[in-house]
C-alpha cells in the first residue's frame, strides 16, 4: 500500500518564479491494480507520480510505502527501493540510441549485480510476452514508435518491479497503438502489478480496466473515484 | 612567521577547516533545536537534505585535521634547522609558548576527529538518520576544539622567529632535567618499572578482550574500548620512557620527534600512525556501544564494531611488532 500525508512540492523555492505543483496531498492507493490520475498539463500529475516513485522527494509530507517511510531515507537506500519497487515508462520513452533494445531493457539490472546470463534469459522471456523477440537486437533508432514504447515497457519490467508507474504513456501513439498498450497493462494487472498512470487521454482513463481515477487540477486532488 | 610551503598549507587547512566546522556547527544548533525525525514539516524535510551535504563537509574537514596532525610533526620537524639550538621537531615546537599546547590540542583533535567520522559513518548506515542528532551533538562538543588548534598553530606560527635560541631535546627529554621541562617530557622521568607493567598489562588485556570480542563476547566491547585507550596511553609512555631508548641507542635520549627522521628510516611516522590509529578505531567500539539497540542499527553496528577492533589489534600489532624488532635486534640491554 501506497500512502501520502500531507505531501507538498516546491520548485525555486524563495526565487520570483517559486511554483508549487502539489499542495498538501493525503492519499492512500490500497488494493487497486490499475490507478489513473487525471487532470490537465500543469495539474502536478507528473511531479506527483515522480514523488510516489523516488524520483523526487517532497518539499513537506511523507510518503510511505507499506510500514516503511520513504520520502526522508537517504539516497543510497532510495536508490534500491526505487530499483526493486517501481518500474517507469516515461512520456519520452528515455531509450538509449545507439544500443540494442536488449541492451537497453536489461541496463536497469547491471546494479543489482545480477549474473549476465540470468539477466539476457529474463529479459528475453520479457521480450517474448511482449511479441518483441523479433527486434531483440534491433538498435533503438531503427525502432517503430509501437515497438519503442514496448521496449520501454520491457525496461520497466526487467526488475520485476511490484509498481509500474506511466507518464502519458499514449501521448505519442496513435489509437491502435495506445488499446495495444492498455491491453498490456491489463495483463500486467492480472499478474498482480500495480500500475499508476498519469493521463489526460479519454482512451485510457475510460479504459475497462482502470479501478480508480483521481482527478487533479493545480496541485490539488478535485475528484478521487472508481473507473468506469 | 616563517613561510615554509607546510605552513602555508597548515594554516591555510586550518582556517578552511575552521570556516567549514563554524558553518557545520551553525547547522548543528539548527539540528539540535528542531530535528523530529517524525515530522513531515517543510524544516524537518530541509534538514533531512541538508543534513547529508553537511556531513560530508565536515567528514572532509575532519579527514584533513587528522592528516594535519602528521603534517605538523613533519613541519616542526623540518623547521628546525631555522633555529639555533634546535636539533629536532622538539626545539622548534619549545620557540615559542604556543608549540607543545597546538600539538597536545592537535593530537586530541586526532582522536576526536577520528571518533566523530566513526559515528558518522555509523549513522550513514541507518535507514532512519539514528545518529545524526547525536553526531551533531558531538560536533557541537568539538567546535571549540577545532578552534583552539587554530589559534594555538597560527599564535605558534606567527610567532616564530628565525633568530630565537631554544633548546634541542637533549636537554628537553633527557632523565633528571625535570627542573627545566614541561608535562611532556616529565614523562621521560616516570618510574620504569610501574610503566613497564601498564605498558605489558593494558596490551594483554586489549589482545585478550579485543580477541573475545571479535569471537562474538559483545558484552566486551566496552572493556575492550577501555584497555584501548589505557594500552595508548601506556604506549605513548613507555615510548617516551622506554621504549624509544631501543631505536636511539642512548640511555638518556627520550626524545619522541628525532625518530622522525631519516636517521631512524622515518619509522615514527608509522609507529604514532599506528598508535593513534589503534587508539581511535578501539574507541569507536565503546562509543558505538551504546547505539546497539538502536533498532535500524541492529544488524549493521556489529560487524561494523568488529571490524573497528579488528583493526585496533592490527594497528596495535603494528605498533608492537615495530618495538618489539628494535629491542630483539639491538645490542642495546636497558637493564644490565
Known amino acids: 500500500m501506497i500512502s501520502l500525508k500531507g505531501v507538498s512540492k516546491t520548485f525555486n523555492r524563495g526565487r520570483p518564479d517559486e511554483f508549487t505543483a502539489v499542495k498538501g496531498l493525503n492519499l492512500e492507493i490500497g488494493q487497486e491494480r490499475v490507478v489513473v490520475f487525471k487532470g490537465p498539463s500543469g495539474s502536478g500529475k507528473t511531479t506527483l507520480l515522480s514523488i510516489i516513485g523516488c524520483m523526487a522527494k517532497p518539499t513537506a509530507g511523507r510518503v510511505f510505502i507499506g510500514d516503511e517511510e520513504i520520502s526522508s531515507l537517504p539516497d543510497r537506500f532510495l536508490t534500491e527501493i526505487r530499483r526493486g519497487t517501481f518500474g517507469f515508462i516515461f512520456q519520452q520513452l528515455n531509450l538509449i540510441q545507439g544500443i540494442t533494445a536488449l541492451e537497453n531493457v536489461m541496463l536497469p539490472a547491471y546494479p543489482t549485480g545480477c549474473r549476465h546470463r540470468m539477466l539476457k534469459d529474463r529479459a528475453q522471456r520479457i521480450f ?33 518491479p511490484a509498481v509500474l508507474i506511466a507518464d502519458e504513456p499514449t501521448a505519442h501513439l496513435d489509437t491502435k497503438l495506445s488499446i495495444d498498450f492498455m491491453d498490456i497493462m491489463s495483463r500486467l494487472a492480472h499478474e498482480g502489478k500495480t500500475i499508476l498512470l498519469a493521463s489526460h487521454d479519454p482512451l485510457v482513463f475510460t479504459s475497462g480496466i482502470v479501478e480508480r481515477i483521481i482527478e487533479m487540477r493545480d496541485g490539488r486532488i478535485t475528484g478521487n473515484g472508481a473507473g468506469t | 612567521m616563517i613561510l615554509h610551503p607546510a605552513v602555508i598549507a597548515l594554516v591555510i587547512g586550518s582556517a578552511l577547516v575552521c570556516l567549514m566546522i563554524l558553518t557545520a556547527s551553525f547547522f548543528a544548533c539548527r539540528i539540535a533545536a528542531s530535528w523530529d525525525p517524525q515530522s513531515g514539516s517543510e524544516k524537518q524535510i530541509g534538514l533531512e537534505k541538508k543534513t547529508y551535504l553537511v556531513s560530508m563537509l565536515v567528514a572532509y574537514a575532519f579527514g584533513f585535521q587528522i592528516l594535519s596532525f602528521f603534517l605538523f610533526i613533519y613541519t616542526a620537524d623540518d623547521l628546525h634547522g631555522l633555529f639555533a639550538g634546535a636539533m629536532c621537531g622538539a626545539g622548534t615546537l619549545n620557540v615559542n609558548r604556543y608549540g607543545y599546547p597546538s600539538l597536545t590540542v592537535k593530537a586530541a583533535a586526532f582522536i576526536l576527529a577520528g571518533l566523530w567520522l566513526i559515528m558518522n559513518h555509523a549513522d550513514s548506515l541507518g535507514r532512519d538518520y539514528p545518529l545524526t542528532r547525536a553526531k551533531y551533538l558531538f560536533l557541537l562538543l568539538l567546535a571549540p576544539l577545532v578552534l583552539a588548534d587554530v589559534f594555538f598553530e597560527g599564535a605558534f606560527f606567527v610567532n616564530l622567529k628565525a633568530d630565537v635560541i631554544t633548546s634541542c631535546c637533549g636537554s628537553l627529554f633527557s632523565s633528571g632535567e625535570t627542573a627545566s621541562k614541561g608535562s611532556l617530557s616529565a614523562v621521560a622521568d616516570l618510574p620504569v618499572g610501574p610503566l ?54 642512548l640511555p638518556t635520549h627520550h626524545c619522541p620527534f628525532c625518530i622522525l627522521q631519516g636517521d631512524y628510516h622515518s ?27 538502536v533498532k535500524s542499527l541492529a544488524a549493521s553496528l556489529p560487524p561494523l564494531q568488529k571490524r573497528l577492533s579488528a583493526m585496533s589489534l592490527i594497528l596495535y600489532f603494528i605498533f608492537i611488532a615495530i618495538v618489539a624488532w628494535q629491542m630483539l635486534h639491538t645490542d642495546f640491554v636497558l637493564d644490565p
Open chain 1, 128 to 160: 517474448e510476452a511482449l511479441d518483441l523477440c523479433h527486434r531483440i537486437d534491433a538498435k533503438i533508432e531503427w525502432l517503430s514508435g509501437g515497438e519503442a514504447q514496448r521496449v520501454a515497457i520491457a525496461r520497466a519490467l526487467i526488475n520485476d
Open chain 2, 267 to 293: 619509522i615514527g611516522y608509522l609507529l604514532y600512525g599506528a598508535l593513534f590509529g589503534g587508539a581511535v578505531s578501539g574507541l569507536g567500539v565503546g562509543l558505538l556501544a551504546p547505539f546497539g539497540r
Open chain 2, 196 to 249: 613497564k607493567c601498564a605498558f605489558y598489562g593494558s596490551g594483554l588485556l586489549t589482545l585478550v578482550s579485543g580477541t573475545l570480542f571479535l569471537l562474538g563476547f559483545r558484552r566486551l566491547g566496552v572493556f575492550f574500548s577501555a584497555s584501548s585507550s589505557a594500552f595508548f596511553m601506556a604506549s605513548a609512555a613507555a615510548f617516551v620512557s622506554f621504549l624509544c631508548l631501543y631505536f636511539y641507542e
